[in-house]
């Protein structure tokens, strides 16, 4: 889930050589080393296998090659895919292959096997083969490209795009809707496991990656050894409000606070300062603002700093900055609001087509799932809204909860539904790992999560904000996961 950030999933297995490019409407890409079947041809038979390996580029010590897919692997829509896969060329490793799989949904995962086997986790690179993999419907040869949307809200979750955005992205994918659903992306999951050859896999996901490895998990228990769940979005919604975001809107309050009680602590309230702002702008606003402090955590997870890398000097201390406008003064809030403005980021890094199909095939809302009449769906969600006590969604508005991208972009989309998984994880040993920071997956979240897991154990890094393996400024989230993968 979100933006800035690089979000996986990841599966260690025994052995083996891994696969490539992946045109997102199932025809070749110039550019591309392996090329799709058109769309009416038939997948191969067989056991899935990996093609065309070559060094990646600009990537030493990596293997790039090709995992052909089916379009759908329900078999009612014909075609294939290639997906693009790096692998570590250390094929002898002792525990097997690790898997990262980025998320969003979105972001493709080739380009970024170096910064996470050689950087971020060379302590676990030592013993495991680490691959990762395009999503369908990412990447450099594969994304989705719906430029309106792109233009409108890139790698944004919050920001609400227009109507015109979304019918034109529908209009691209047409026939496809509903075929980059988490069900289908677990499905090319599995067949890698076939193609490498492998018996099990240790399945460990980030951000959305962690909702696609608990799917995974789910689907295929037998195949799984042990699970990591990082910054967790739960892979199931019984109360069908995730995409509400009432548990991320009304988490502000507690991170916030948590930030303003570090010393030197702040004299005022920021959660109640954020609540007088919020009812003293537009809802459109309202969802600006939250989508500002959801990006800045990227930036600054202290919400403090009045100069955090990646902001112009002066731009940052989010707290104070909401804090003046409480006082007559936005302009500090004004400005850091424009500095963190959502859409234009380039379709290879983050696929905003592909981001909406797939939450929204995935996913339950007060409407139903993403095949519902379209003419009944704003009449429920009001409906909904109604009913539900505003303390919720606190220090914001039910009004920020209805106007979020997440929202507005699957009350307007129509889709092949994915189906629903159980709710339980298999009784591996699951580790769950969460930053008491993080406003995009709240650690709220991770303890829904932790209640379908019969063997987990939630981990909190303190002061850390999302995605633990890729962005922790410490080191204690990554300890923990390579403690629990050395056993």
């Known amino acids: 889930m979100r933006s800035r950030l690089l979000v996986t999933a990841v599966v260690a297995t025994t052995v083996a050589a891994i696969g490539g490019p992946a045109a997102a409407d199932g025809t070749p890409s110039p550019a591309a080393r ?49 997906l693009q896969v790096a692998t570590a060329d250390n094929t002898g490793a002792p525990k097997g292959v690790l898997l990262f799989l980025t998320g969003g949904p979105g972001q493709p995962g080739v380009p970024y096997i170096s910064r996470i086997a050689t950087q971020r986790l060379p302590e676990l690179a030592k013993d495991y083969r680490f691959v990762m993999l395009d999503q369908r419907g990412t ?88 699970v990591v769940l990082d910054s967790v979005l739960p892979h199931v919604d019984p109360q069908a409000d995730d ?27 920021p959660a ?26 990227f930036l600054d997870p202290t919400y403090r700093d009045p100069n955090p890398p990646g902001l112009p000097s002066g731009h940052g201390d989010l707290v104070g900055a909401l804090h003046a406008a409480r006082h007559g003064d936005p302009a500090r809030l004004d400005t850091i609001i424009a500095d963190l403005a959502p859409g234009g980021d380039p379709v290879t890094s983050y696929s905003s087509g592909l981001h909406i199909d797939a939450f929204c095939s995935d996913g339950v809302f007060p409407w ?12 429920r969600l009001d409906r909904t809204l109604r009913r539900t006590d505003p303390r919720r969604v606190w220090p914001y508005t039910l009004a920020t909860s209805a106007g979020n991208g997440f929202t507005q972009e699957c009350l307007r989309w129509s889709s092949r539904p994915a189906a629903e998984p159980p709710a339980r994880l298999p009784g591996v040993p699951v580790l769950l790992l969460n930053g008491d920071h993080d406003l995009s997956t ?46």
């Open 34 to 82: 392996g090329t799709a079947h058109p769309a009416g041809a038939p997948a191969a038979p067989g056991r899935p296998r990996l093609a065309d390996p070559h060094p990646c580029p600009d990537q030493p010590g990596f293997t790039c090659s090709t995992l052909r897919v089916p379009l759908d692997h329900r078999g009612k829509v014909p075609g294939t895919l290639d």
């Open 139 to 226: 990447g450099e040869f594969g994304a989705i490209d719906c430029p309106r949307l792109q233009a409108e809200v890139g790698s944004s979750d919050i920001a609400a795009p227009t109507s015109a955005a979304i019918e034109e992205c529908a209009g691209v994918l047409g026939g496809r809707r509903g075929l980059y659903s988490t069900e289908q992306t677990v499905a090319d999951y599995e067949a890698l496991r076939r193609a490498l050859g492998v018996d099990t896999m240790v399945v460990d996901g980030v951000s959305y990656g962690s909702f696609t490895a608990a799917r995974y998990a789910v689907a295929h228990p037998a195949r799984v050894r042990k």
């Open 243 to 269: 995409g509400l975001y009432f548990v991320g809107l009304h988490a502000q309050a507690r991170v916030l606070r948590d930030a303003c009680a570090t010393a030197p602590a702040c004299a005022s309230d």
């Open 272 to 297: 109640e300062d954020l609540a007088w702002v919020v009812r003293h702008r537009t809802a459109a606003d309202g969802v600006k603002i939250f989508d500002t402090i959801v990006s800045y955590e």
């Open 368 to 379: 139903g799932r993403s095949d519902a009449p379209l003419g009944s769906r704003q009449a």
């Open 442 to 487: 709240p650690l709220e979240w991770a303890y829904e999560e932790a209640a379908h897991a019969p063997n987990g154990k939630v981990v909190v890094v303190k002061g850390a904000s999302h995605s633990i393996q890729n962005r922790e400024h410490g080191h204690a989230g990554r300890d923990a996961v390579i403690a629990f993968l050395a056993r």
